[in-house]
Every structure is written in C-alpha cells, then in structure tokens.
C-alpha cells in the first residue's frame, strides 16, 4: 500500500483477523485469500466504510489474494444506479482496485431461488400467510421462547407451490414470506425461523420487475460470499448475532464453498454522524448543501474538503482493528490530515479579514518580485515570485490599539516582518467614523528585503500579506464541527446537536495569485491560517476555497480553558 511510512509498525498492521488469515494461509486452509467489501447501493459512503474497505482491500494485498467489490442489492425500495456510480468512485479514489472482481446479489437471484427450494424440499423453510405484526407477536422476546406459525408444517410441495406462485406475482405485496424453519425457541431470535423472501413490487436498479420477490440480507450475504468463493468474510459487531444463520445456511445448502465470517468494531467519530440513515436526512432536509458537502464525512465530502486520500487510510492503519466499537475524537482524524498536509501542502498568502496596509516610504509606482519559499517542510522545495506594492492587505487581527506587551504585531510603534518582504514599523492607523480601522500606515527598511534583517536587530513578529494591486478576490468557506456535541442525540434529539457555526463564508478575501491555478482536491497552506483546497466550483473570474483544516485544534483549547 502507498504511504504506510508514518505506521508505527514498520511490517504494517496487524490484528486479530490479519492473525486468523495468517494462520490459515500458514495451515494450508487457504491457498488464495479472498475477502470482499459489500456496500448496499442505498447512500454515499463515509468514513466508517473506509475502514471496512482498508480492511478488505488491505488484507487482499497484503496476503497477495483479491478482494471483490460486491453491491448487495437486494432492496429496490431504496437503492439507486445513482449510488453505485458514486460508491465505485470513492472506493477507486481510497486508493483500491477490485480488479475484474465487480459483482451484484442481484446477479445471484436465481441460485438464491434454487436453494431457497432446495431448503423446502428439505424441510427447511415454509412459506408463511402471517402478517408482519402477527409474526412479531408470534417471535416470543429475549426471555420467551415464541410461538410456532400456523403454517409452519405445511407439506413441502404445498411449499414449493406457494412460493412458485410468489415469484409468479399471485399475491399482493406483503401478503406471504418464505421462511427457515430452524428453531422458533432459539435462544438467539435471529435463530426463530428468520424471513428469507418477501413479496415487493419495486422495480430493480438492475433485474427490472424480472422479481417481484427478493432475499434479505441474511439469505443473500452468506450465500453470495459462497458463490464467490470468499475466504473470510468480515462484518462489524452488529452481525455477530446472525453469524449462527449464516453458519446454518451454509451446513444446509449444496455450496460450493465454506467461507468464515468475523466481526470487528466499527468506527464511530465524534462530533458527525456515521448512520446512513441519518446521513440521508441531513441531505434530504437540507441541513447540508448535499452529499459532497464539506462538513459531511461521507468520502465524496471529504474529498471535496480537501482531506488526502492517503491520510484517511492513514488514520485507519493507525486506529487499527479490534472487538470494541468505540468512539474515535474528530481532532484525532484532524491532526492526521494536518501531518500529511504538512509535508505534502505547499504554502500561499491569503488575508481573509482583509485592512489595508500603506507604506508611506514606498515609491507610489514601484512594485518588485519577491522569492517565496514553497515548502519549508521539505528541503527539496522550489522558491515562487510574489508581487509587493506600497499597497497590501493584511489580517485585521493582525492590528491591535494600545496593545499589551505580548502582542508581537502591528501596533502603532512596532517593527513586525512582512513575511518574504521587508521589516515595517506602524506609525498611524485610520478610521471610520464607528472607530472601525480602515487603513494602516507603516514605514519600511528597505535595507531589510526578502524580511532580512540588516543589522542584526530582530521583529518581535512575521505576518502575511498579499498586494492589492495583484491580489485575486476569492470566497472563502471555513467549515468546523457538523455537530457541536462529541456524541449527537445523547442529550437531546440528533438535530438539535448540529452546530450553527459549522460555515463561516468569507465572500471578500484577498489571495497572491499564484492561488488563481489551484486545483481541487490539492490542498495549500495559507501561511498562519490553515490548509484550504480550491472547491470543485472553483472557477478563475470566482475562486472558491475550502478550509480542510485549521493549523491548530481549537476545540481542544476551548475544551482546556
Ligand atoms: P445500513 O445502516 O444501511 O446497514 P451500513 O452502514 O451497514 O448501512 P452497508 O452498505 O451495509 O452500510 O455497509 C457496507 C460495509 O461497510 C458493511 O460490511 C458494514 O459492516 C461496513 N461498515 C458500515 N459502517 C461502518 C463503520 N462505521 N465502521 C466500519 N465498518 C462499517
Ligand atoms: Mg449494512
């Protein structure tokens, strides 16, 4: 894999799974390692599926076996072509290929059926007239056993007929499921005769109204994992419950072969959401611009931010895999984009809260090129040319009245460096009428260009600037926490979490020029401020920028105040 040089273990993960494949790889179980990531095609993905898609497509290459790509596409009713475009997207931009190893459930449809009747014929699966209330009740709960169906001992031709007769379409949606009949006092209710067809009149993405019945997850997971010939199939905790069935199902099918499955933690993050779910609802009422919006920690959304791939698969190696759900800080994720940032982004000057800045010594004509380096992170890093004037912008914040002694920029009398410029010293500050600075006014040394200083003498400070007279006028959009609790909904309803500062636009910034060729997707640091990606609606005549991260992490300085 690309970029593990930061893992703390030089031989590249392990965990308890990695262990298992070895050992089975070592015993001779398995000659060829195949796993698989099996996204349902009924939303975007998000940071949690990126870390079943490092998982997956990690072990694949690491154990020198394929990892498949499979849409488990078995309920129409939500799932859209719309999604399963953008989901093989994602995966390809994380960095993994599946190779020729692209598959549906749905392709599988008519083997699904086949061994449906071959569990009748066994008499092991009927079809039931309960309603979906009914069969509830009839499920007992945890310390119940549950009842058995009325029909539960119908004859298997009888069986074979009436679940025929669904496929044919004689019964209204709803009206008659196929069932397992394995064991309606189980212990593990998954275990009392679970639902394996339902009647659903839904066109398919992909099969069209060929079906008018479809599998449910259980029927199809374990059995497509079959038929692909997966060796160990991993799923997160939730699905350890249903493991005895998907162990059941494969004892009494004719398979062709035995995979395995093991469940690990999935990955919660503070201060979003990972449920789909509710992700689909912070779209579809609008709370966010869409699924790409920036605050989203869907894949396509952080992209869009500006967060390397190789920095979330970083962040993914280095939570590592365990038994546990947990929940992992955002400022954990945040100082994992800002290490690979740091080395890789190469710094810009942008003021976002622009005050004007005059040199009264500075010849009114004059303008000069000055060398800026790219990347002081890397010793490798070329020098750029930026335009200097007698006019600039600078921060607002940077200017402070009578200021106390700790301040170190300007300040009427003090000396700051204009960063790869020149030493200035304020001398007088203008304003309008509600006392708000409208221009500053400083002197410069122009005995101190490139910001050397010429005698030895130091600036208790370095600010930035960028030319008025070449600055690119560019929106600015500073995006914080989606939510401002660590874990939404705990307190209150979910909603009532989202944080009303997570976008501060900042219509009037002023940016060098060299900012006018920026690229989505390839993030800069705008030197003091942060690391920004020009937006995919970026355009020459309207910059757009996204803060991907700030420098520092300011919720963990409110947090210790
Ligand atoms: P749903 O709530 O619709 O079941 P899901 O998040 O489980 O959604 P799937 O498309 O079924 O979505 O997920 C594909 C794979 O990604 C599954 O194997 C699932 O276990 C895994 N996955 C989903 N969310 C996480 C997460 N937060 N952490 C780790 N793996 C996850
Ligand atoms: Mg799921």
């Known amino acids: 894999m690309t970029d593990n040089s930061e893992t703390p273990n030089d031989e590249g993960p392990n965990d308890f799974i990695r262990e298992k494949?070895?050992?089975?790889?070592?015993?001779?179980?398995?000659?060829?390692?195949?796993?698989?990531?099996?996204?349902?095609?009924?939303?975007?993905?998000?940071?949690?599926?990126?870390?079943?898609?490092?998982?997956?497509?990690?072990?694949?290459?690491?154990?020198?076996?394929?990892?498949?790509?499979r849409f488990d596409d078995t309920n129409p009713a939500k799932e859209d072509e719309?999604?399963?475009?953008?989901?093989?997207?994602?995966?390809?931009?994380?960095?993994?290929?599946?190779?020729?190893?692209l598959f549906y459930a749905s392709d599988y449809f008519e083997q699904l059926y086949d061994w449906a009747c071959h569990l009748i014929r066994e008499?092991?699966?009927?079809?039931?007239?309960?309603?979906?209330?009914?069969?509830?009740?009839y499920r007992g709960t945890l310390t119940e056993p549950g009842t058995p169906s009325p029909h539960r001992d119908r004859s298997a031709d009888e069986n074979l007929d009436l679940f025929a007769r669904m496929r044919a379409g004689e019964f209204v949606d709803g009206e008659r499921v196929l069932r397992a009949k394995i064991d309606?006092?189980?212990?593990?209710?998954?275990?009392?005769?679970?639902?394996?067809?339902?009647?659903?009149?839904?066109?398919?993405?992909?099969?069209?109204?060929?079906?008018?019945?479809?599998?449910?997850?259980?029927?199809?997971?374990?059995?497509?994992?079959?038929?692909e010939g997966v060796t160990h199939s991993l799923c997160t905790l939730e699905f350890e419950d249903h493991r005895p069935l998907y162990e059941w199902f494969l004892e009494n099918l004719p398979v062709p072969a035995t995979p395995r499955q093991y469940e690990?933690?999935?990955?919660?993050?503070?201060?979003?959401?990972?449920?789909?779910?509710?992700?689909i609802q912070l779209v579809?009422?609008?709370?966010?611009?869409?699924?790409?919006?920036?605050?989203?920690?869907?894949?396509?959304?952080?992209?869009?931010?500006?967060?390397?791939?190789?920095?979330?698969?970083?962040?993914?190696?280095?939570?590592?895999?365990?038994?546990?759900?947990?929940?992992?800080?955002?400022?954990?994720?945040?100082?994992?984009?800002?290490?690979?940032?740091?080395?890789?982004?190469?710094?810009?000057?942008?003021?976002?809260?622009?005050?004007?800045?005059?040199?009264?010594?500075?010849?009114?004509?004059?303008?000069?090129?000055?060398?800026?380096?790219?990347?002081?992170?890397?010793?490798?890093?070329?020098?750029?040319?930026?335009?200097?004037?007698?006019e600039l912008w600078v921060e607002r914040d940077d200017y402070m009245d009578d200021a106390p002694k700790k301040f170190r920029r300007l300040t009427v009398g003090q000396e700051v460096r204009l960063r790869f410029a020149y030493f200035v010293t304020c001398t007088d500050v203008l304003k309008d009428d509600a006392g708000n600075v409208t221009e500053i006014r400083c002197t410069y040394d122009p005995d101190s260009r490139g910001g050397d200083?010429?005698?030895?003498?130091?600036?208790?400070?370095?600010?930035?600037?960028?030319?008025?007279?070449?600055?690119?006028?560019?929106?600015?959009?500073?995006?914080?926490?989606?939510?401002?609790?660590?874990?939404?909904g705990k307190e209150r309803e979910w909603l009532e979490d989202l944080n009303p500062a997570s976008l501060d636009i900042r219509k009037t910034c002023y940016l060098e020029p060299a900012l006018e060729q920026a690229v989505p997707g390839n993030p800069v640091q705008f030197e003091r401020l942060g690391y920004f990606c020009a937006d995919l609606e970026s355009r020459p005549d309207s910059l757009i920028f996204n803060r991907t991260v700030s420098l520092r992490d300011s919720w963990a300085k409110a947090k210790n105040k």
């Open 21 to 69: 494949v070895r050992a089975d790889v070592d015993s001779g179980l398995h000659e060829h390692i195949v796993t698989r990531f099996p996204p349902e095609p009924n939303g975007y993905l998000h940071i949690g599926h990126a870390k079943s898609i490092c998982l997956n497509f990690g072990i694949a290459e690491e154990f020198s076996g394929t990892c498949n790509l």
């Open 82 to 101: 719309t999604y399963i475009r953008a989901i093989q997207e994602d995966v390809r931009w994380l960095g993994f290929d599946w190779g020729d190893n």
């Open 123 to 137: 008499g092991l699966a009927y079809v039931d007239d309960l309603s979906a209330e009914e069969m509830r009740e």
């Open 184 to 227: 309606m006092a189980s212990g593990n209710i998954n275990l009392r005769d679970p639902v394996l067809y339902r009647i659903l009149r839904n066109p398919h993405p992909r099969t069209g109204d060929t079906w008018c019945i479809y599998p449910n997850y259980d029927f199809a997971h374990g059995q497509s994992d079959a038929i």
């Open 264 to 279: 690990f933690g999935r990955l919660n993050l503070g201060h979003t959401v990972l449920s789909k779910r509710r992700l």
């Open 284 to 390: 579809s009422e609008n709370h966010v611009a869409g699924w790409d919006d920036p605050r989203m920690p869907t894949v396509t959304g952080l992209r869009r931010r500006g967060v390397p791939a190789v920095a979330i698969r970083d962040f993914i190696t280095r939570l590592g895999v365990t038994k546990a759900d947990g929940l992992v800080e955002m400022s954990y994720f945040e100082n994992t984009i800002r290490e690979h940032l740091n080395h890789s982004a190469e710094r810009r000057m942008a003021v976002l809260d622009p005050v004007k800045l005059v040199i009264e010594n500075y010849p009114e004509d004059q303008t000069e090129e000055l060398e800026a380096v790219n990347n002081p992170a890397d010793e490798n890093s070329d020098t750029r040319m930026i335009s200097f004037g007698r």
């Open 453 to 488: 200083s010429p005698d030895g003498r130091k600036v208790r400070g370095t600010i930035h600037w960028t030319s008025v007279a070449h600055a690119k006028t560019a929106e600015v959009r500073l995006y914080d926490h989606l939510f401002s609790e660590e874990e939404p």
